[in-house]
């Protein structure tokens, strides 16, 4: 049990080199197989499977190398709570973009303290 999930991670890891190895929104960055991090899809091609087809996050990630490398842009590598805020049960990709926008911009605008 432990070996496979340590190769998942090392798969993980490979693809991450790509992107520099850094979560594509926080630039945290990936050092080593292990946990934390994920890759995001930002387009789905037609007839490509999901993770539901799988029965384990090793073959999935297997099943995805090879169309990492094809299609580079078409995939973020993200930190898990970068993943989180995008796709996740409270995820901004929940909700309808304009209003996306719209938190964007109250940000934005919003004059209390800063974090660094
Ligand atoms: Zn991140």
């Given amino acids: 049990m432990q070996r496979k999930i340590k190769e998942v991670y090392t798969l993980i890891f490979k693809i991450s080199e790509r992107y520099g190895s850094e979560c594509g929104i926080c630039l945290k960055k990936m050092k080593s197989a292990k946990s934390g991090f994920t890759i995001h899809h930002l387009e789905y091609r037609w007839g490509e499977k999901t993770h539901k087809d799988f029965t384990s996050r090793e073959k999935y990630y297997a099943y995805l190398t090879p169309i990492i490398d094809q299609y580079p842009d078409a995939f973020m590598f993200l930190c898990n709570a970068c993943h989180q805020s995008?796709?996740?049960?409270?995820?901004?990709?929940?909700?309808?973009?304009?209003?996306?926008?719209?938190?964007?911009?109250?940000?934005?605008?919003?004059?209390?303290k800063e974090k660094q």
Avoid: I, Q, T, W
Avoid at 91 to 109: I, P, S, T
């Fill in 86 to 112: 995008l796709d996740g049960p409270r995820g901004l990709n929940r909700r309808k973009k304009e209003n996306v926008l719209r938190l964007f911009l109250a940000v934005m605008n919003s004059k209390g």
